[in-house]
């Protein structure tokens, strides 16, 4: 994994060829461009129609049964298409929103029973009014001054019809009004069959409509292309009867770059990154299977141009702060069987297989140390037996995983300092760098050393300390007395990092600290099961199934949850914070939206 070398390009060519050019070095998609001129912000753009589109695609991408598409060649009018599953997304909505209603509305009248309305005039002008009112509040009933009746009974309800001209107050009493309207109960099911049988037919029409997906996706890519395409040309330079591009592009893309412009009235030069220059930073990996490590760095920053790809790093040490998070092997082969039963739906996309390799490395992980801690869903294998020999990490010990997680964290911000230190290895503000990793050295030497090593550790601090110290003030260019006075501020200004080290390297016991609290909730919820079954024999074996599934299943997903925001929070803010200080923008390659069959 390393950051791809880019070169600068400037294409030019014909001005009456420029549309073709575009299309064709849109299809080539190694071009990173740069606007050249400021684009027009009035540019047309037909926002509603493409929105209209998109959802006409969700709505069939969607759909529950999807047939056999239609392929390329088929007679396709995308306006007719677009305009009937648009019918389509609309009639279904207004037959879903009768159904519910009805479904609510019959819930209301089917506690009332089968009855009709008497014609208004019977009534004299009267109306039932209808109210359910609970039990415990029939003493609300004495204070009506309206005529009422109670017309049914229900163990926990009172059906009352109040008789009124007009609608009675709102707080007439507490509860509110139930709503029957004029329809009996045998219409309103009536009505409800008819509006299901609409909705399976209109169902049955979206399922035939997915057989044009492919082909309006096609549509919806040609349209994002077309207009990529037309931002691009307002944004190059236009003199005469010539234009010209410029951009970024990988130098491994040269070649293809030379063969398009051959194969065009277009002529391209290329040049090497300047000092000045901000080239996009491209992550790349010799097996794209393996880039999961990209995908986790992109997510928090994009590294500049000029410094380090560490995405093998994030994603080994992401796995290994999952795995000390999680503590557990059974809690891993759960995430093994999950990983192995979505491995092929995941290997249909690219990101998907990426995604796989990084659980397949995060369950090895949380399996090999859930073996090491020896714990097994909370569950400790016996005294004496292969998998407690196997088992010499004890994460209730907090002497011993304290001083494991600071050594891990202490490796961990070495590693970035390293690295930092190797990019700015020609200048002496390499030792600022180098010098930290003397003073963690010179810090573990006096807590974890014994003997010559641990009297070497006040040695090391005091030299990590002045090469800190030399390296803060290296930056500083002496042109006069004051500067050296200047340049001792600085230096003294580096060592303060001192405090944001230690604070770094402490923050690392948080996977003693989650590790232990997973352990303990696992061992928990096995505790009180155990406890159930005793006290309540026969009914206690369900009841303990149930605390066992139900507590394993939330320790599982709050496992995951640290394991992830914690795991990811380590490598974002404590590891680049001390290896990567300087920020860059990503690659974005001027290419076309594939849309495969």
Known sequence: MSIAPMCRVTICGPLAEKEPILDALQGLGVLHAVPLKAPDPLAPIDAAGRRRAEMAFRHI???????????????????????????????????????????????????????????????????????????????????????????????????????????????????????????????????????????????????????WRLLLAQDLAAAEDRDARNALAAETLDREALFAIAGWAPEASRPQIERFAGGSRAAVVFDAPGEDDRPPTLLQTADPRFGAGSDLTNFYTTPSYRSWDPSFIVLVSFAIFFAMIMADAGYALVIGLITAFYWKRMGATASGRRFRIMLAMITVACLVYGVMAGSYFGVAPRKGSFLAAMAPIDITSFDAMMKLSVLIGAVHVGIALAMATWRKRSSLAALSSGGWIVVIAGGLAMWLGEGALKGAGPLLLVAGFGAVFVGGAAGRKVTGPKDWLLKAVDGLMGLTSVTKLFGDILSYLRLFALGLASASLATTFNTMATGVDLARPGLGLLLSILILAFGHAINFVIGIMGGVVHGLRLNYIEFFGWGLPDEGYPFSAFAKKEIRE
């Open 61 to 211: 991408s969607e759909a529950p049964e999807q047939l056999r598409i239609y392929r390329k060649g088929t007679a396709f009018d995308v306006d007719a298409v677009i305009a009937a599953i648009t019918a389509n997304r609309l009639r279904l909505k207004q037959l879903s929103d009768r159904r519910d209603a009805l479904v609510a509305r019959i819930e209301d009248v089917s506690d009332w029973g089968e009855f009709r309305f008497p014609e208004p005039a019977a009534l004299g002008g009267q109306r039932f009014w209808f109210y359910c009112v609970p039990v415990r509040q029939r003493t609300t009933l004495a204070a009506l001054v309206l005529p009422w009746a109670i017309v049914g009974r229900a163990p926990d309800r009172l059906f009352v019809v109040v008789i009124a001209p007009d609608e009675p107050p709102v707080d007439l009493l507490p509860v509110h009004r139930v709503h029957m309207g004029a329809k009996p109960l045998t219409e309103l099911r009536d009505e409800l069959d008819a509006v299901e049988i609409e909705i399976e037919r209109s169902g049955a029409e979206r399922g035939e409509l997915t057989r």
